[in-house]
């Protein structure tokens, strides 16, 4: 099992930044990904940013320019900067990791954090 504690979401107005912080702990495959998905209301969700364990990082066309997603040398925490916030930022902001364990897959995400940023 892992777990998946999120942190840094709140009020933000437009044109600021923030960062958003998720600590995994638990069964942690050296092989895995993780990363940010949002879901505003009334939206499905959708993917932000991933990193792997070696570093790539994928970052959605909507934040790109805007984010930053980034690991600590233990790579158990995963950042995500964001700068220039847009109200059509809003929304619960989720952490996920996906385990890789040979063939099987193990995929998990956080409570979610909210992201208000007004104008």
């Known amino acids: 099992q892992v777990q998946l504690v999120e942190s840094g979401g709140g009020l933000v107005q437009a044109g600021g930044s923030l960062r958003l912080s998720c600590a995994a702990s638990?069964?942690?495959?050296?092989?895995?990904?993780m990363g940010w998905y949002r879901q505003a209301p009334g939206k499905q969700r959708e993917l932000v940013a991933t990193?792997?364990?070696?570093?790539?990082?994928n970052i959605a066309d909507s934040v790109k320019g805007r984010c930053t997603i980034s690991r600590d040398n233990a790579k158990t925490t995963v950042y995500l900067d964001l700068i220039s916030l847009k109200p059509e930022d809003t929304a619960v902001y989720y952490c996920?990791?996906?385990?890789?364990?040979?063939?099987?897959?193990?995929?998990?995400w956080g409570q979610g954090t909210q992201v208000t940023v007004f104008s």
């Open positions: 996920n990791q996906v385990n890789s364990w040979g063939y099987s897959r193990q995929n998990y």
């Open positions: 638990g069964s942690i495959a050296s092989t895995n990904v």
């Open positions: 990193i792997t364990s070696g570093g790539i990082t």
